[in-house]
């Protein structure tokens, strides 16, 4: 696409316009959104109108605006996001019937843990995962769980981009996600709410390395971690044999 004076391509534009809106900022108006994307407020308003015409953005009677239903639309046409939520939903609600806690389905994408899929359960602790949104890999067991058992390729170059992990959050990261190998997985307390244990293991493809992690937050001291890592590890071979019926 054509760049603007700034140098700066319309898709480039598009994706800040898009990446603008998050939890914490699900309507915007029009100077937030432009000032967000770093375009400025006339060639904003220019952009809004092509974009509410193809619903990718809407605007309310107030003027604020949000992300659009196509958008919603067209993500939820990503086979390969499809296949693991079919997949990993009939699993996901025996997990959070057995523990009565709320369970995610995760991917890694990015450097940063990606959430697919959470089925939420009254009375449940207190989980900051919320479905599209985005958390730390080393901060949660999902993470972990995901980078352990990632490819050489991707540890490596994980680790290239953040060395300060092993310096500061992780000085024994290596370690610790060769401990989360051999228990095949992850489980962390307190990092992101200190009342709480998070729980994760992976699901393998045929050569052992993860396409996705399902996970629960439990109690931290309640001692269900070990049931809910046994549940969890049977879930994800459930889910992994599943994917790879259906690949057949």
Do not use: C
């Amino acid at each position: 696409m054509a760049n603007s004076p700034s140098g700066d391509s319309m898709l480039d534009r598009l994706v800040r316009i898009l990446s603008s809106f998050d939890l914490n900022n699900q309507s915007l108006s029009v100077s937030s959104l432009a000032r967000r994307a770093d375009i400025p407020k006339a060639t904003m308003y220019r952009l809004l109108d092509e974009l509410v015409s193809h619903d990718l953005l809407a605007r309310d009677g107030s003027g604020q605006v949000r992300l659009g239903l196509r958008l919603w639309e067209l993500a939820n046409r990503s086979a390969a996001t499809q296949d693991l939520r079919t997949a990993a939903l009939p699993f996901m609600e025996d997990i959070n019937q057995l523990l009565g806690q709320n369970t995610q389905l995760s991917v890694l994408h990015q450097d940063e843990v990606l959430i697919i899929e959470r089925l939420s359960r009254p009375g449940s602790v207190v989980n900051q995962a919320n479905v599209a949104g985005r958390m730390p890999v080393h901060r949660t067991s999902m993470g972990m769980a995901l980078l352990a058992f990632s490819r050489p390729e991707t540890i490596h170059g994980f680790l290239e981009r953040h060395h300060e992990l092993m310096t500061d959050a992780h000085p024994e990261l290596r370690a610790e996600m060769a401990e989360i190998r051999r228990n095949g997985f992850a489980s962390f307390d307190g990092f992101i709410d200190p009342e709480t244990t998070g729980a994760a293991a992976p699901i393998l493809d045929e050569a052992g390395y993860q396409v996705a992690v399902i996970s629960v937050v439990v109690p931290r001291d309640s001692g269900t971690l070990q049931s809910a890592a046994l549940a969890l590890r049977t879930a994800a071979r459930g889910i992994a044999r599943a994917l790879r019926l259906d690949n057949i």
